[in-house]
């Protein structure tokens, strides 16, 4: 074999370095570019029959939630929130769900059957989804009173990223830059994709799974 078709090509260097970095990369390390930018206002139904705007809980500190019924590291997140909102009530508080790939009634069952007061609006089909950047579930949007994206965690919640992050957005003023310091609980740092679904494809019979019954 001659040496000339040992060497590789010179337009081929940029595109195995790109591979190389590539390969380098942790594939759980999502960069959003949301925070620091208005959040997207939207109205939909709630689970309850409802109608929900993102701009009438203005003057709030947010937390948006998008879960589902099939998403089993929802489960490890859940109880975080239903201890938040007794935690902070009485507060400029408040706790948000979207529902993702799932079923009123299926979200409606998994709901009561775990606790947890807040509004959940359905989004038929993934508008608010798509407009927050979702690939998967969970993944949690902390927006401050001016209505301001500060923070998405992409994966479970867990208490000391919850506390952490609510308790400096009470404190702050609209539009401030706020950025979590502490690490997950577990060793998993703020913002890899732990027990992150993607969506409800390939789980048992769809949105009607285990964790959807009553």
């Known amino acids: 074999m001659s040496l000339k078709k040992l060497l590789i090509p010179a337009t081929a260097i940029p595109i195995v370095a790109l591979l190389a ?19 997207f206002d939207f109205t939909s139904a709630t689970l309850d029959g409802d109608t929900l705007s993102l701009a009438d809980l203005r003057g709030k500190v947010v937390v948006i939630n998008f879960w589902a019924s099939w998403c089993i590291a929802c489960i490890d997140e859940h ?3 239903v201890e938040a909102e007794r935690y902070y009530a009485g507060q400029d508080f408040q706790m948000l769900g979207v529902v993702y790939q799932d079923t009123p009634e299926n979200a409606r069952r998994w709901m009561a059957r775990r606790g947890g007061n807040w509004p ?22 902390f927006i401050d009173k001016g209505g301001w994206i500060q923070h998405k ?46 969506d409800a494809a390939g789980q048992a019979a769809g949105s009607d799974t285990q964790e959807g019954q009553p």
Request: proline content about 9%.
């Open 21 to 39: 970095y590539g390969l380098t990369r942790d594939p759980n390390m999502i960069e959003s570019p949301l925070p620091g930018h208005e959040a």
């Open 79 to 81: 109880q975080v929130f």
């Open 120 to 141: 959940s609006v359905i989004d038929p089909s993934s508008r608010i989804a798509i407009d927050y950047g979702v690939y998967g579930v969970p993944e949690t949007y």
């Open 153 to 198: 965690q992409i994966g479970p919640v867990n208490t000391l990223l919850m506390r952490d992050l609510v308790d400096r957005l009470l404190a702050e003023s609209p539009g401030t830059e706020v950025t979590s310091t502490g690490a997950l609980e577990g060793g998993v740092p703020t913002g890899r994709s732990a027990g992150h679904t993607g």
